[in-house]
């Protein structure tokens, strides 16, 4: 199955890449010498010229995300007694419970 990895700015200043992963090679989808695009022109082009085994253009551009798009909306965040901070400011330390004297039982913090 090939997977769309959006890349967006991590390599290049003000870009928007991303490459394609292919989980039955556990590697990413080599085209001309390289794994990132710019663009789909960029897709297409290194697509047009290489030779062999390659995954079809079709699928491979379908793939391909808007990079406003930043998919489904997070879930709410559920407040839980037993993991958040008294006042409701945060989640306790890495989301442990809290032991019977009222810390947290990853670190001992009071967590208030």
Request: aromatic share 8%.
């Amino acid at each position: 199955m090939i997977r769309y990895v959006h890349i967006g700015d991590q390599i290049e200043e003000d870009a928007n890449q991303f490459a394609f992963y292919d989980t039955r090679l556990c590697s990413f989808v080599h085209l001309l010498d390289t794994t990132v695009f710019d663009n789909e022109a960029d897709l297409r082009e290194a697509w047009k010229h290489e030779p062999g085994d390659k995954p079809e253009l079709d699928r491979l551009v379908g793939l391909i995300r808007d990079p406003d798009d930043q998919g489904p909306s997070p879930a709410p965040v559920v407040r839980n007694p037993d993991f958040d901070r008294k006042d409701g400011s945060s989640r306790c330390c890495n989301n442990e419970k809290r032991t019977s004297n009222g810390g947290c039982a990853s670190c001992g913090d009071s967590c208030f």
